[in-house]
């Protein structure tokens, strides 16, 4: 198998801490001053959300820190989260003019400098619109369903936000380790967006606390649904349920229970000394070996079917990875998990990849050991809403099904829905790109609907 060895770093020295302590004031300013101001800003259309770059750097630049942060508020509800975990070498810092010269601004990290220094020194006004354009009830907060009510609670409508778990924020707070974003800079993302008059309503699950029909009952107006990829996918290979096998979002949610005091540290199904094998290369599975090591395994080898060519995981997570210690196995494709009481092992056909990319198995079997092994493959919706309320379309794979007109609604009239429950797991900013669009749709549909009932008349839906 090919094999790419990790380095001989001490697992011992890993902690959670932020890896990345970002930019003093001094060297913020000094990065700010090196932008061109560009007339033709090519890093705002590699930004998904158009963040309107350039002109927060400007203020930056001359020390308007408040104004910076006004500036990316019109287009962001969480810059300190963006600035942190946003692919954006492939992003606003790929498009960057200065790149060719290889001296690109740094624009996630100076995105962080401002939204954290606001955050510290509290410089921007946020206010509660005193209108009340509509009453929107948001089921899910990750950073679809917080830009969803951030936007509308501008917009001047009252959002109550629903969420399954004990604290909102989604992957935010459950799946992305804290090494990578710590929960503190979710928490005061969360705190301002709350400031804005927008209600969070934790420890409660549509479906089976409230139905939506329940919600729509206590008048609310319109409903977003945010909900995310929740099942874990497994590989369907004999030996899946062997105790050992475990799933890697599973994990990162335990881990982070752990750390805040929620759950006792022997509960996290990773252990100090254990041998652990992760199947998959994308972001989830960087993160959950990377989290396996903080945690104490003694080995983590990451096995994937493909070569460093195609992983999904950022370049940036994974020259993490390996300089902490990660081994990679690449054209490994598992077959069978080994054990009898408990998983001990990963059994593994050696792939060969053709020149046209295709891969085959070349018959050549190996045992890894592993006394934990990792499932990071994919993720697919939960049906606990769908299934309880009648109307809601779903496609073959489980993820809903929304319109162009009005954007993002489903096929239930006053029912929307956005970001990874829509368009499969993707980014932080891709889910909050379309979570904006749907709720500029959904800010229509309501205006429409309250001047229809002004006028003593109901918005009916021909297909029910
Ligand atoms: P989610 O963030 O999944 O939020 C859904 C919310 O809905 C959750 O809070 C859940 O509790 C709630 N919910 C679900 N069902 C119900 C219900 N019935 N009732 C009430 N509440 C409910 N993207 C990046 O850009 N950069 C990264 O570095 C990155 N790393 C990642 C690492 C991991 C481990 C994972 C899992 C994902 C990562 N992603 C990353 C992807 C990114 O986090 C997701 O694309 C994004 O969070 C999707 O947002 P969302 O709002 O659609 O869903």
Known sequence: MLIDKGSDFDHQDLTFDEIDEGFTTKEAIKEAKRCLNCQKPLCRTGCPIENEIPDFIQELAKGNLGQASAVIAHRSNLPAVCGRVCPREKQCEAACILNKKGCGIKIGKLERFIADFDAEMDISVLTKKNVEKGKVAVIGSGPAGLTVAGDLAKLGFRVTVFDGQAEPGGVLMYGIPEFRL???VVRREIRRIERQGVVFQTNVLIGRDLTVDELFSQGYDAIFIGTGTALPKTLEIPGKNLPGVIQATYFLGMVMLANHGGIASLEVPVHKGDDVIVIGAGNVAIDAARTALR??????TVVYRRTVANITALQSEFEGAQ???VQFQWLTNPVRYVGTDRVTGLACERQIMTDDGKLQGSG????LSANKIIVAVGQ????????????????????V?????????TTRHGIFAGGDVVHEPATVVLAMKEAKKVASGLAQYVEAKRLMEECGLAMTDTRQ
């Open 182 to 184: 710590n929960k503190e």
């Open 295 to 300: 945690v104490g395994a003694a080995s983590v």
């Open 323 to 325: 300089s902490e210690g």
């Open 364 to 367: 050549q079997v190996e045992i």
């Open 380 to 399: 697919r919706p939960a049906a606990r809403i769908v299934s309880t309320t009648a109307g809601i379309e779903v496609n073959q794979a489980g993820f």
């Open 401 to 409: 099904v929304t319109k162009d007109r009005p954007y993002g609604m």
